[in-house]
């Protein structure tokens, strides 16, 4: 799950840059703009290496919240923040399946080495 989430994360650690850059062709001032997104920017390469830590799956579903809200600002940002917010949904569900079947793997792979071999 940490590899897909991660992945996730790093995209939408550039998508939040661009859409600071398109940002500021709008009425909000520099600092504002470069505040919010820098923020959220250090949130989502933070959450990189916080996956495995309790809270950080619902820290990335509020990151994508605020994603989504960003459309109020940049309108193309809803559409990017409903796309991310399913990214990381699917992130989340596949990457569980994920680890379950390489735990079953890891777990046959462990019995064939603990089993008597035949000569």
Known sequence: MRTL???TLI???FVIGFAGLVAMKG???QATVWTVCGIAMVV???LCGMLSRPGAVQIGWALQIGLVLSGFVVPMMFILGVVFAGLW???IHYGRRI???KARWAAQAEAQAAAPTEA
């Open 89 to 91: 949904w699917c992130s």
């Open 11 to 13: 995209a939408e650690f």
């Open 99 to 101: 680890d379950v079947i």
């Open 44 to 46: 989502s390469v933070l």
């Open 27 to 29: 009425d909000l001032s």
């Open 5 to 7: 989430c991660a992945s």
